[in-house]
């Protein structure tokens, strides 16, 4: 992935969460991920996402990876 890429994904997954009034912590809590890599990766500023933090973001969600690459055009 390229640059643009992560932070196409962080702007999707913050409007995600904010359209659906999500705390970051409540998604933390949902993707058994830490709070600090929720803010990264909705800064746009993680490099190196790998597949399974992504998946597990999505099912915070209650959205497939797959859907989150074809509407980005990833």
Same mark, same amino acid.
């Given at each position: 992935?390229? @640059? #643009?890429?992560?932070?196409?994904? /962080? #702007?999707?997954? =913050? #409007?995600? =969460?904010?359209? &659906? ?5 409540? $998604?933390? !809590?949902?993707? +058994?991920?830490? !709070? +600090?890599? $929720?803010? *990264?990766?909705? /800064? /746009? &500023? ?12 999505? &099912? @915070?969600?209650? $959205? &497939? ?7 980005? +055009? *990833?």
């Amino acid at each position: 992935m390229q @640059a #643009k890429d992560y932070e196409k994904i /962080g #702007k999707y997954f =913050r #409007k995600l =969460r904010q359209d &659906k009034d999500i705390s970051q912590l409540k $998604v933390c !809590l949902n993707s +058994d991920l830490s !709070l +600090d890599t $929720v803010r *990264i990766i909705e /800064g /746009g &500023k993680r490099k190196d996402l790998k597949l399974e933090t992504l998946s597990k973001l999505s &099912k @915070a969600f209650d $959205v &497939k990876l797959w859907q989150v690459f074809k509407e980005l +055009d *990833i």
